[in-house]
């Protein structure tokens, strides 16, 4: 076992010797994005405490018939409420602190929104799988100690994984294994009592469920969540660090989208379809956003067709923004995306159309048709930015025209300015993005550069021009998709692969107690011999022979030899054992495996899982010795019958009291899974 807590600060997490990672980020460490998580995990223990609290009081309030009681109660829920949305209020300053998560490096960029990891409570896996290894295994679980206590350190580790590569593989290696648990120790048709608490990331609501399936839908979320914050901590004023944002953003939102296609249930507002989708176009966004500022990061030259490509980039990036921003004000998620979140999505969608429409009017206002310009290339560069153009104009006359450039031009600069007075004023509105100054200065900087720029222009006919800017058409060469989860692309080492091999030895699969066979072989023979791979399986056994008589059945595996281990051996190795130990007496211990699949009873009936509401029963069969012997009717299983109609639909069991006491039973166990597509089938 190995401690889950470094000594030293935010390190990258170090991998151990059996190839996965032990050890996170100290949380104790006065870092920002400690002190951060620290928050996050009190803020959640207060909405806990005032969601109880407010339960209580709705119970009392459905109780009570005393009117003094009720005014009181009233008086506590609305104390409660309000301080419930004051919570919500401070969770939310939380998830917008982008300044934490930001690179040191100072940068005149407006800031990128990553998300918070998801909270978590202890788990103490030891009494359970110590439990079932004993019970389901028959092995000493006392032998397993070390592999759980790995299991929980791991556990704990990824609560404050570090921010790079090495936490992702670390939660991904934890994903993985609990893909080996949930497969050893966690049947389908029982609790393990295991609870697994997770709060919500944007309510601070907790979860309990005692359902794996909830700890790796936890888990994926905080790999997207880890891969938002590595791509908010690059530096943007490189190539690299833009390359890395992007890939970042790309792998987030790949990792989200296959949450929200594994698990579609999820019981928390953070993880639900809805959300997750709007959280996916966010990420997409966001990489596109780095593209644009990757394009741009050498300098925008003042030429033509450079223009052109740059206003078609940065009006995808508004198109995408404001996409972002309809989606966050959409119910369900309105009321629990963060209202600073669907402000920054506006403020970004009109800062960038803005940007758009001022690049289209330095191209006008800038660039006059030349005798040795190209008229056709500028014409046809200049027809694929608009959807129309204003009645009257013509592109080519545009072109051409000095006064029709100036004055489109200028439009242009109106609809610019628009923009960015718009964005300016939603950022005032909100307290939240109004404390964040690099934003501020952003937004101020591009529209005095944009008042600037339409005050160079002549004056004297604006009174007379009529004319409006049209929209402009976003494209882009740099298309922006997710990145799924290569999650093969990290091995990991099962903890409990003493256990067995996980094709035979799992929770679905139940075995006997190991069983001592001693034999003396005669001559070299045993009297059967092995098949099949790890671990080997006894095959053509002669009755007669010392080994069955001693209670050595076929098809029973061999899982040790002279006190040896031999669940991962082959044919041969275990062959080679049983020569070594010469003439003397031969001791193995073997399992047979136990029928998992429920017989049933003699009076039952069977329903589909994806069966219809209404469904049609038949009566009971008749007793199989009042059967009338003239009649050459085939014998008729005392079960009940289908309708044809909904033969194709089974599952489920209901058993009902049997019509006859001494009725016989069916030798033969007959699956109704296995019968279904049968015409004459009785149940």
Aim: one cysteine or more; glycine letters at 6%; charged letters at 25%.
């Amino acid at each position: 076992m190995t401690d889950a807590l470094s000594r030293r600060g935010c390190q990258p997490a170090e991998p151990a010797e059996d190839g996965y990672f032990r050890k996170g980020c100290n949380p104790l460490a006065e870092t920002g994005r400690s002190k951060l998580q620290n928050q996050r995990a009190a803020l959640n223990q207060q909405i806990l405490r005032a969601v109880r609290m407010r339960a209580g009081a709705e119970n009392l309030l459905r109780a009570t018939t005393n009117n003094k009681v009720r005014e009181q109660v009233l008086l506590e829920l609305s104390f409660v409420n309000s301080d419930l949305q004051i919570l919500k209020e401070e969770l939310e300053g939380l998830n917008i602190s982008v300044e934490v998560y930001r690179n040191s490096e100072e940068t005149f960029s407006i800031p990128l929104v990553p998300l918070g990891l998801k909270e978590t409570k202890e788990v103490d896996f030891t009494l359970p799988l110590k439990d079932f290894i004993l019970e389901h295994y028959s092995e000493d679980s006392s032998e397993y100690e070390d592999e759980i206590a790995d299991l929980m350190d791991l556990r704990q580790a990824c609560r404050t994984p570090s921010r790079d590569e090495a936490g992702i593989e670390m939660l991904i290696s934890y994903f993985l294994q609990l893909g080996y648990v949930e497969n050893r120790f966690f049947p389908p048709t029982r609790h393990m009592g295991v609870l697994f608490t997770w709060y919500d990331s944007f309510t601070g609501v907790p979860v309990c469920q005692p359902n794996l399936l909830l700890e790796k839908a936890s888990i994926l979320f905080n790999i997207g969540a880890l891969y938002t914050q590595i791509g908010t901590r690059c530096n943007r004023q490189t190539q690299a660090g833009l390359e890395n944002a992007v890939d970042a953003f790309q792998r987030a939102a790949g990792v989200l989208s296959y949450l929200k296609e594994t698990f579609t249930h999820t019981p928390s507002y953070d993880m639900s379809p809805a959300m997750l989708n709007v959280l996916v176009k966010m990420m997409l966004a966001q990489a596109q956003e780095c593209v644009f500022e990757q394009i741009g990061l050498p300098g925008i030259r003042n030429e033509f067709f450079t223009l052109v490509k740059m206003t078609q980039e940065v009006a995808k990036v508004g198109e995408v923004y404001m996409l972002v921003n309809t989606a966050m004000n959409q119910e369900p998620v309105k009321e629990n995306i963060p209202y600073s979140w669907s402000k920054l999505a506006q403020i970004k969608s009109d800062h960038y159309k803005a940007l758009a429409h001022y690049f289209i009017a330095t191209i006008l206002c800038d660039h006059e048709l030349q005798p040795g310009d190209d008229e056709d290339q500028q014409e046809k560069a200049l027809s694929q930015v608009y959807d129309y153009v204003p009645e009257g104009l013509m592109v080519l006359t545009v072109l051409k025209d000095k006064v029709q450039r100036k004055q489109l031009g200028k439009a242009h600069l109106r609809k610019a300015i628009i923009y960015h007075e718009e964005a300016l004023r939603v950022c005032g509105l909100c307290k939240k993005l109004r404390n964040i100054d690099v934003l501020q200065e952003v937004l101020t900087a591009a529209h005095k550069r944009s008042l600037l720029k339409y005050a160079q222009q002549e004056t004297e006919d604006d009174f007379l021009s009529l004319i409006q800017a049209p929209d402009i058409l976003p494209k882009t060469e740099h298309k922006i998709e997710t990145i799924a989860p290569q999650l093969s692309k990290v091995k990991v080492k099962d903890f409990f692969h003493r256990l067995g091999p996980l094709t035979l030895f799992s929770a679905k699969q139940r075995w006997t107690a190991p069983r001592i066979i001693h034999i003396h072989h005669e001559a070299g023979d045993l009297g059967f011999s092995l098949k099949g791979g790890s671990p080997v399986q006894i095959y053509c056994l002669d009755p007669a022979c010392s080994a069955a008589l001693m209670g050595l059945r076929e098809g029973d595996y061999i899982v040790s030899v002279g006190g040896v281990d031999c669940k991962w051996l082959g044919v041969n190795e275990v062959l080679e054992k049983f020569r070594s130990v010469g003439e003397q007496p031969i001791e193995f211990e073997v399992i047979s495996c136990q029928d998992t699949t429920a017989s049933v009873h003699s009076k039952s009936a069977t329903y589909s899982v994806g069966m219809q509401k209404t469904y049609s029963l038949i009566c009971l069969a008749m007793e199989e010795d009042k059967i009338d012997q003239t009649k050459k009717a085939p014998l008729k299983l005392p079960f009940l019958s289908w309708g044809t109609k909904n033969r194709q639909k089974a599952a489920s069991t209901l058993c009902l009291p049997s019509a006859v006491a001494g009725s016989s039973q069916v030798k033969k166990k007959l699956s109704p899974f296995t019968l279904l597509n049968t015409e004459s089938s009785l149940y």
